[in-house]
């Protein structure tokens, strides 16, 4: 089932984001509390999102996001934050995630929707395709020392 976060969310949210972050090689270390206060912004606020996928009554996916204009056009756009599922829950699962998550930016009025990739997966490339998503630029990250 795919279903807005609540708040006895928060701990599952927490858990998937860290290994989320794990797995994206981020240059930086995670932070329990940026994401516990992103996690109570998604809650509060309705251009803000936290989908939860539930299995057998426990969150084992989530997809974070938001919706704003664009910073170089008057467009707003939904921007994803974050999408984890645990792998072995991965599966038909994205499909309606991302439907659910589509349906959200449609009702906040987003004329387009934005979704990121870790890394260089193909899977990942390939699911976005299938549904009818665009490659529009590639993200790089440089560390910088201080």
């Known amino acids: ?3 807005n976060a609540v708040a006895s969310d928060k701990a599952a949210v927490l858990r998937m984001a860290r290994s989320f972050h794990s797995a994206a090689e981020l240059p930086f270390a995670f932070s329990a ?13 309705e251009d803000r999102l ?10 084992v996916g989530m997809l974070a996001a938001y919706a704003a204009c664009h910073m170089l056009a008057p467009v707003k756009i939904a921007n994803e934050i974050v999408w984890w599922v645990e792998p072995q829950h991965r599966g038909r699962s994205a499909v309606a995630m991302l ?10 009025g987003c004329a387009l929707i934005h979704m990121v990739g870790l890394g260089a997966d193909p899977v990942t490339a390939k699911l976005y395709e299938r549904q009818g998503y665009l490659a529009a630029e590639r993200h790089f990250m440089k560390p910088l020392s201080a």
């Open 33 to 45: 509390a940026t994401t516990s206060m992103l996690f109570d912004a998604c809650l509060q606020d």
């Open 1 to 3: 089932m795919i279903r």
């Open 50 to 59: 936290c989908l939860i996928y539930e299995r057998d009554g426990a969150a």
């Open 99 to 108: 439907q659910a998550y589509e349906r959200w930016a449609r009702q906040r």
